[in-house]
């Protein structure tokens, strides 16, 4: 069965240090990718996707993401977090047909001043 | 443009009683569907519908109807409200197929006593 992992439940991190979130996910075939956020309270956005091209795909406030084919991931990173971007983000992944989107269970991320 | 747009944003039922969440989306999205959050489990596939008059199941439909009688609106009904079903709620919606990235709603917190 199709499923994403995200290794990370929960990361505590400093202000200005560097953030790497980890996602894979298992299917053989092509895929698109995305990365969704919710902030606390709110409804989830879509931070960045991936459908071809370039494996390193840049989104919004900073955020960029980086597809490895040959091993299944698309970590997500950014340079340097702000409180701001306390957050829990969502991996997700579609292989084609009909609601074939499959979510990661989240990492929660929270950011210290 | 609203977007998509969820009402009750919070729900206390009794088991047993019924209700419907409302969502309506008027960015005239082909696909819409429902999501439950639940923690450490990411989110799971309801009930989906890829256009006015086509539903079909997702990952845990039991307890769950649809109906999709317009492009704009996709409610969700809850039978017999059930302590299980306490979750919080998220209508998406999105261009066609499920690659273009989804546009979320606020989500409904339902509690079942």
């Known amino acids: 069965a199709q499923s994403v992992s995200q290794h990370n439940h929960h990361v505590i991190l400093s202000e200005a240090a560097s953030l790497e979130l980890g996602c894979n996910y298992s299917y053989g075939g092509t895929v698109n990718l995305f990365w969704y956020v919710q902030y606390p309270g709110q409804h989830l956005q879509l931070l960045l996707k991936y459908f071809s091209g370039d494996p390193l795909v840049k989104g919004i406030k900073g955020f960029e993401a980086e597809f490895i084919k040959s091993k299944f991931s698309f970590n997500l990173r950014k340079p340097s977090v702000q409180w701001s971007d306390t957050a829990e983000y969502f991996c997700?992944?579609?292989?084609?047909?009909?609601?074939?989107?499959?979510f990661g269970t989240g990492t929660k991320l929270q950011v210290i001043p | 443009n609203a977007g998509v747009t969820q009402t009750p944003k919070f729900q206390v039922l009794k088991t047993g009683q019924s209700m419907t969440l409302q969502c309506a989306q008027d960015m005239n999205h082909e696909y819409m569907s429902w999501y439950r959050q639940d923690p450490g489990m990411g989110l799971r596939l309801i009930h989906y519908s890829v256009g006015a008059g086509i539903t079909d199941q997702g990952e845990v439909p039991n307890g769950y109807n649809v109906s999709r009688s317009t492009t704009e609106d996709f409610p969700l009904r809850l039978l017999s409200a059930a302590p299980s079903q306490t979750s919080v709620y998220f209508c998406a919606s999105s261009l066609r197929e499920s690659n273009y990235g989804y546009t979320f709603g606020s989500g409904t917190r339902l509690t079942v006593v």
């Open positions: 997700a992944f579609y292989s084609g047909g009909y609601q074939k989107v499959t």
